[in-house]
């Protein structure tokens, strides 16, 4: 059978089978909703906690309401990566429709190369671009939240440390951080609080929420605490000296910043230079790039740059992320 013939049958195949996916998840998320609608009056979370909180904290641990698909998602160390990204970036969405959302952009990526600029060959390509699109949204909200969190945890710790000197326990202290300070650190304290509220133990739900954030400084502050939960000393003093430390490498991290911003800029100019080369020659001369795309060694070097450009600016990423 043709290849061109074949390649336009499975991306059709494909997207249809995605976006069919896709209104499952849906409307068994749905379901889902309303039955955890009826049963909210059966639920003991505090009066007072935030309709957000309550959520993250009676989270369904299932990664899709489809049997088949959650047993398949359990046993993969991918999925639990992906699912603990969803959770690290704040998106409410279950790990089953984030996949079926991939599959479904990539379906339309290959389809459209393949029907609308006749090119089978990219398909494959334009793809997995598609379908990487929410992973990336995905590590971007990640990063973006993570940031906050780590600009607002200093405050936080000396507010905790004041709490502490007040004369309040660890929990009391952590409940007036909830209370005080702003998102995202106020969300996750909350949820420290209610989680010991609960019953949870510390050590597992401080554990907990360094799965929650992906911060070193927050990894700092949960260390210091089970030390000193496990060995005694005045917990005031050690978290006094932990916002330090965290104060002394948020400034170190900004002279690095300083010093690799030439790097960081050369390489946003060097990515978007070839892009705007192409802009100005498919107005200036749109015939030279149409031969080179109905070219079959055209578009194999076509292929090829978008390779070595990915390549060559993640090597270039790898320079200029220096671990503090």
Known sequence: MDLQLL??????FLTIMSAAGGLILVARSYATKRVRDRLEGAILVGDGVNEKVESIILRDMQLSTVPFLNAILSEAKW??????????????????????????????????????????????????FTGLLPILWARYKKQKRTLSFEKLFPDALEMLVGALRAGLA?????????????????????????????????????????????SAELHLFITAVILQRGTG???????ERTAAVI??????????????????????????LPLGMAGVIMV?????????????????????????????????????????
Request: proline share 5%; charged share 20%.
């Open 7 to 12: 390649l336009p049958s499975i991306g059709i």
């Open 79 to 128: 999925a639990q990566s992906l699912d603990r990204l969803l959770v690290q970036a704040g998106i409410p969405l279950r790990l089953g429709t984030f996949v079926a959302l991939i599959l479904l952009l990539f379906s339309i990526g290959a389809f459209a190369m393949i029907s609308i600029a006749h090119a089978p060959l990219l398909a494959l390509p334009a793809g997995a």
């Open 170 to 214: 660890l929990p009391g202290a952590i409940q007036v951080v909830a209370d005080e300070s702003p998102d995202p650190v106020a969300e996750e304290f909350a949820i420290l609080s209610e989680e010991s509220r609960l019953g949870l133990d510390t050590k597992e739900a401080l554990k907990r929420m360094g799965e929650r954030v992906d």
């Open 233 to 239: 000393g005045n917990l005031a003093e050690i978290l």
């Open 247 to 272: 104060r002394d490498r948020f400034r170190i991290l900004g002279d690095v910043r300083s010093l690799t911003a030439h790097g960081r800029l050369s390489g946003f100019i060097l990515a978007l």
């Open 284 to 324: 200036v001369a749109p015939d030279y790039l149409k031969g080179l795309v109905a070219d079959q060694l055209g578009r194999y070097l076509i292929v090829a740059a978008i390779v070595l450009q990915v390549v060559g600016l993640l090597i270039m990423r790898r320079i200029i992320n220096i671990k503090v």
